[in-house]
Nanobody, 121 residues
């Protein structure tokens, strides 16, 4: 069984910072890309940032220059440092991992339960 456990969400004033963490646990053979998505009320889930196992990153235009994604492969953990937060960043943030549980199965996506980030103006 694979679990993705997020932490670090909360309430912050505009201009503030938060750091999200997501630890992947369970029976895992390999993890490829990891990422963060978010979903605001009434909106579709969108990609915020992603990082490959080699460290290549990709960001949504709306967060470039403010958010930084990183990962610790030894700990199977991905982080999202969020600076200069804006009210429009308010959403539930979900962790995603593209992984293989054994060498005999295909990769598939796994999701965390989500963590609320609220930015007040």
């Amino acid at each position: 069984q694979v679990q993705l456990v997020e932490s670090g969400g909360g309430l912050v004033q505009a201009g503030g910072s938060l750091r999200l963490s997501c630890a992947v646990s369970g029976s895992i053979f390999s993890i490829d890309a990891m990422g963060w998505y978010r979903q605001a009320p009434g909106k579709q889930r969108e990609l915020v940032a992603a990082i490959t196992s080699g460290g290549s990153t990709n960001y949504a235009d709306s967060v470039k220059g403010r958010f930084t994604i990183s990962r610790d492969n030894a700990k199977n953990t991905v982080y999202l440092q969020m600076n200069s937060l804006k009210p429009e960043d308010t959403a539930v943030y979900y962790c995603n991992a593209d992984l293989r549980r054994t060498m005999y199965v295909l990769r598939r996506d796994y999701w965390g339960q989500g963590t609320q980030v609220t930015v007040s103006s």
